[in-house]
């Protein structure tokens, strides 16, 4: 591993895993507590500011890979995650005063749009709605997704462990060494989330992981380590779960912005999965596509394409298995209500 990957990981895990100590210690635990509520997953109270601990993890990793570099951060990479910071500060703040819906979608688009332009160089008009929308979408489907213990930090262990792996082997040394820096955080974050969980990451970690989700899988595109298909597969399990839930609650008319129990994780565990099984069979289903991703990333085009209609064969099977299971446990529980 070269020093400035070395350096980068080393350092946002033990400063994240420092952060976590300091937000378990009594004093910690009484910050941004998350109560249960009809939407819950979780039984009890458990703080939500995990977020903050992996922001700092991968902001040490970043100065640490900047100091063992040849060569300071780029500039794409610096401002992308100045813009995250700022989306974490503002996510703090929801998870503590809880912002009204549409400054946070506002804010989400802004900060996306800055990232189409400032780091990706888009102007035009249609590329660039395109990618701001779809890298808007990535900030808040991770958000979306982050309602059971282990879920959203498995995935980003995976997602950008995928990242940073793709990166190191096309040369891309600092895109590498951010990917890692955030894979290792969220793992030193996941010790403490895995089920039963002692803390959540909160707006203040999934916004910014789902925001760098998509614009470090678009500067990697930019700049050649990938093609464009590889971010949406390497997180397909989390795009195709909120998609599809969304989809079908536009079609029932529902109001997509209020909180819910009906994503395809949601329906596990509450099928009695649990959040340990239902987070085993998210890491399956992750490493699938983690791995036909980086199986095919350079191949050629018919090998490409066979790899992408894999993972949406087999993804489109677990939701029609899901599916199937939902309707016999809604009905055997709406059986044992009327019999009760």
Excluded: K
Aim: include cysteine; glycine fraction near 10%; proline fraction near 4%.
């Amino acid at each position: 591993m070269p020093a400035m990957h070395f350096q980068a990981a080393l350092a946002a895990l033990v400063i994240t895993l420092a952060c976590l100590w300091v937000l378990l210690s009594p004093f910690g635990r009484r910050l941004m507590l998350d109560r249960p509520n009809e939407r819950s997953l979780h039984e009890r109270p458990v703080p939500r500011s995990g977020g903050l601990a992996i922001a700092a993890g991968v902001a040490a990793g970043m100065i640490a890979a900047s100091a063992a570099g040849t060569a300071t951060v780029p500039a794409a990479l610096a401002i992308t995650l100045g813009i995250a910071g700022a989306l974490a500060a503002l996510s703090f703040v929801d998870d503590l005063f809880i912002l009204p819906t549409l400054l946070r979608l506002a804010a989400h688009l802004a900060a996306a749009g800055s990232a189409v332009s400032l780091v990706l160089g888009v102007s035009d008009p249609s590329h660039f709605a395109l990618l701001a929308l779809a890298i808007a979408w990535y900030a808040n489907l991770y958000n979306f997704m982050d309602g059971a213990d282990g879920l959203a930090g498995g995935m980003a262990v995976g997602g950008f462990g995928a990242y940073a792996w793709a990166a190191h082997q096309s040369g891309h040394s600092a895109l590498a060494a951010a990917s890692v820096s955030i894979a290792l955080a969220s793992g030193a974050f996941l010790l403490v989330n895995f089920h039963p969980a002692r803390l959540f990451m909160g707006d203040a970690g999934s916004v910014p992981l789902g925001f760098l989700a998509g614009v470090l899988g678009a500067l990697g595109w930019r700049d050649g380590a990938w093609p464009l298909w590889f971010p949406v597969l390497v997180f397909a399990p989390f795009v195709c779960d909120a998609t599809l839930t969304l989809a079908r609650r536009v079609l029932r008319r529902e109001r997509v912005w209020r909180a819910h129990r009906e994503h395809y994780y949601q329906r596990l565990v509450r099928m009695g999965f649990g959040h340990r099984g239902t987070a085993w069979i998210e890491y399956g289903t992750m490493a699938g596509c983690v791995a036909l991703a980086l199986f095919a990333r350079q191949a050629a085009a018919g090998v490409q394409a066979g790899a992408l209609c894999a993972a949406a064969l087999a993804l489109v099977a677990i939701a029609l298995w899901i599916d199937a299971r939902w309707s016999r446990w809604v009905r055997t529980a709406g059986s044992r209500g009327a019999a009760e």
